[in-house]
């Protein structure tokens, strides 16, 4: 029994999923940004792109 307790207190004491999370976290932020700016962007730079093709040869 005494195990068992200092193993669940060493569990609540462990950080290393609080840190994962925090990454998974992060990481979803930076993509959501990225699709956000791809969306905003997108119709930008396809006028950008279809007026260069319209002044080539």
């Known amino acids: 029994m005494p195990k068992l307790l200092a193993r669940s207190k060493d569990f609540l004491r462990d950080d290393w999923g609080v840190s994962s999370i925090e990454y998974a976290l992060l990481g979803s932020l930076i993509a959501m940004a990225i699709v956000v700016s791809v969306a ?5 730079v396809k006028a950008m792109y279809e ?3 319209s002044r080539m040869p």
């Open 51 to 53: 007026l260069i093709a």
């Open 40 to 44: 905003t962007l997108s119709n930008a």
